[in-house]
């Protein structure tokens, strides 16, 4: 609702990897969908490790007997490389494997009518699958949790970043409130000669 987007237009869901922090709020989203009066079929892509998961969440809400709920289908990527997630006529989605404690992809989204791409690293540490996936991209969306096991910090994104020759770079999924790192920004911009942000609920990136 805050994003402007009706619950009805929602036709795929990209699920990186099940960690809590990333897919606790699906049940309660197909739920809304449902009350609301959804019929048409969604779908939802992801690897194996994490659709199976998410099912037998699900299963736990027994959501297959609740009356006239919509078809849900799941699809399953390939466990290794990079693959194709799904095309429109705007855009086409691609995945690849990134290093994280869990199964976990990033994703790579590249606009037909500007020609211009965005990545998403998703949580992982820094590694060249993200190398490969950011390649000459225009915005690169990064994780800085910090520098430990599965993670990245704000001056390893920024080293990937230049790495991938790209010309924006947004971190994401950076420690908040007592754990926030004042040095964040600055710590990145000297890995990294282009532009710096951070990412914030509800930003809209246009690309």
Not at 141 to 170: C, D, N, P, R, W
Request: with cysteine.
């Amino acid at each position: 609702k805050e994003i402007g987007i009706d619950y009805d237009d929602v036709t795929d869901l990209v699920l990186t990897h099940f960690h809590p922090d990333h897919v606790s709020g699906i049940p309660l989203f197909l739920m809304d969908m449902w009350l609301r009066g959804r019929k048409k079929a969604l779908d939802i892509h992801g690897l194996n490790h994490a659709l199976t998961r998410l099912e037998n969440l699900m299963d736990a809400f027994a959501w297959k007997n609740w009356p006239g709920f919509f078809p849900v289908r799941f699809n399953r990527l390939p466990d290794k490389g990079f693959s194709p997630v799904l095309s429109s006529s705007d855009f086409d989605i691609y995945a690849s494997h990134v290093r994280h404690m869990i199964p976990t992809i990033g994703l790579r989204v590249e606009s037909k009518k500007s020609g211009k791409v965005a990545t998403y690293s998703c949580d992982t540490e820094p590694c060249e699958e993200v190398v490969r996936l950011a390649r000459d991209a225009d915005i690169l969306i990064h994780e800085s949790s910090g520098a430990f096991m599965g993670h990245s910090s704000s001056e390893q994104a920024a080293e990937i970043a230049t790495k991938a020759g790209v010309k924006e770079l947004y971190l994401i999924h950076y420690p908040t409130g007592e754990f926030w790192n004042e040095n964040l920004l600055e710590d990145a911009r000297r890995n990294f000669d282009g532009e710096v942000k951070l990412a914030k609920d509800l930003m809209e990136l246009v690309f």
